[in-house]
Structure formats: C-alpha cells, structure tokens
C-alpha cells in the first residue's frame, strides 16, 4: 500500500509538473503585415475630378494616367503607419488592419506642395473600404487621396510670377472646374511591386 501511495503521489507531481510546464510556452509574436509591401514599387497616378460623388476625366488636364515611383517603408515612430515616398513627396498610411490576403490603411490627413490632402475610399480588404490597399497574392498597392479644387488652382499657380496672368490662369481654372461641376481632385495611385 505505502508503494502504491508513492506511486500515485509520484504520478500527480509529474503530471503538475508536465502541465506546469507547458503553461510556460514563449508566446510567439504576431508577423508585422507591413514587411510584405515594404519595397519599391512602378505604377501609375490619375487624377479626376469629383463630381457628384463620381469620377469623371478630361484626358486633356485629368484622368491620364502618370506613370510613377513609389517606395513602401515603415514608419519609425509609428508601429501601425507606413510611409509612401511617391516620387520625392512623402505622405503617411495609418491606422494599419491586417486581414487574410494583405492590409488596409487610411491617408492621414497632411499639406505637401501647398495642397492639404485626405484620404479618399481606393480598395476594400474583404468587405471593408480604405483609403489604401495591400494584397498580398498580387503585390498591388492601391492607394486614394483627395485635395480641394481651391488648392489644386493655389498649386497651379503658385510658379506665376505676373499678377494678371496668374489672376487670368486662376479665373480659367475656377470656370473649368464651376463648369464640370467638380467637388474636389481625386488621385487614384495603382502599382506593382518590383
């Protein structure tokens, strides 16, 4: 009976110890999503006009597609942000949701080249729109922002130096976009990585 006793005691303590044990597993960290599209990427931009929530181009001044550079890099102060590089201008992708096939993300609203941007509904990952969109399987980045029509014609004009010819050139500008009927620029940026 006392062998038996031990025996028994002997078996709980292992099988504490075993389950013990594997409570102590190192919990492993979770893939940062954004090492997948980190890199260099060929492609191109098209601007359009917004009119009645509707793209629409005159391949004259919009809708012709710019072929560009973009570089992917993380956001060193920001673990849930990457940085675009897009041809020397620099903006920030932020508030990052991974899914099953790549990630989302939104523009932070920023001002580069005088002209105040947001971000504008480009790509869904599942069900769910973003501004920005990386697939996995295909290597695309797709990426919308938008500008208001008083800066698009601010930046048009900002290399004028004539007082009436910039007054001429914005007094166009106003007609042209009045006539369209145009809300806002849309910049739909479509890429590959290389």
Do not use: H
């Not at 620099?90 to 993300?105: D, H, P, Q, R, T």
């Not at 910039?166 to 940026?189: D, H, M, P, S, Y």
Request: overall charge negative; glycine content about 10%.
């Amino acid at each position: 009976m006392k062998r038996s006793l031990l025996f028994a005691m002997g078996a709980l303590l292992g099988g504490a110890l075993l389950f013990t044990s594997c409570g102590k597993d190192e919990k492993t960290e979770d893939p940062d999503v954004r090492d997948n599209a980190v890199g260099n990427f060929n492609g191109t931009m098209t601007t359009y006009w917004l009119v009645d929530g509707e793209f629409e181009a005159d391949e004259e001044t919009f809708g012709k597609p710019e072929s560009i550079n973009l570089t992917v890099s993380k956001d060193g102060t920001n673990s849930n942000a990457i940085k675009l590089d897009v041809d020397g201008d620099v903006f920030y992708g932020s508030k990052i949701e991974a899914a099953s096939n790549g990630f989302g993300f939104d523009i932070e609203s920023q001002t580069f080249d005088g002209m105040t941007i947001k971000g504008y509904n480009a790509g869904t990952v599942g069900t769910t729109k973003y501004n920005g969109v990386y697939l996995d399987d295909s290597k695309e980045l797709v990426v919308g922002f938008q500008t208001s029509i008083k800066d698009v014609i601010k930046n048009a004009t900002a290399d004028i130096d004539d007082e009436d010819e910039k007054e001429a050139t914005e007094a166009l500008l106003n007609a042209a976009f009045a006539a369209a009927g145009a809300e806002a620029v849309v910049f739909i940026i479509e890429t590959n990585k290389r």
